[in-house]
């Protein structure tokens, strides 16, 4: 899904988007202005469930992706940063390999609510 932007960040009890709108396996990329800061965040979609993150890795602060709403490694059970080759859980967020060990994504709350991914 194509990185859309969302005015003052995600409020609590806003529709982010629809979980139907995320390719399952894929994410969906969203940037909102906070303060004096532009910040990305990432939607991944796993079955009916979905993770999200801050898109910054904890080793250098750079975006985990290259490619638009692909954050895994190709079998598709871990965020890989494309930067340096950094594993993430992707339920967790947690690095489990590489310069980042033991660091961890930044989490942003969401539910899943009628079909509809929601902020906390
Ligand atoms: S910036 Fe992610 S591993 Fe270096």
């Known amino acids: ?7 003052n960040g995600p409020k609590p009890g806003e529709i982010i988007c629809a979980l139907s709108d995320i390719e399952d396996g894929k994410a969906a990329e969203f940037s909102y202005r ?9 939607i991944q ?8 993150y801050e898109n910054s890795c904890p080793h250098a602060y750079l975006p ?3 490619k638009e709403g692909v954050f895994t490694e190709k079998s598709g059970k871990y965020f890989m940063c494309q930067n340096h080759g ?3 859980d992707i339920k967790s967020g947690k690095c489990l390999g590489g310069p980042c ?3 961890g994504l930044t989490p942003i709350e969401v539910v ?3 079909g509809n991914i929601i902020a906390c």
Do not use: C, P
């Open 1 to 7: 899904m194509k990185a859309s932007e969302i005015t």
């Open 34 to 42: 906070d303060k004096d800061e532009v910040r990305e965040i990432f």
């Open 45 to 52: 979609r796993m079955g009916q469930e979905v993770f999200a």
């Open 64 to 66: 985990l992706n290259m």
């Open 86 to 88: 950094a594993l993430f």
């Open 101 to 103: 060990n033991g660091q």
């Open 112 to 114: 899943l609510k009628d």
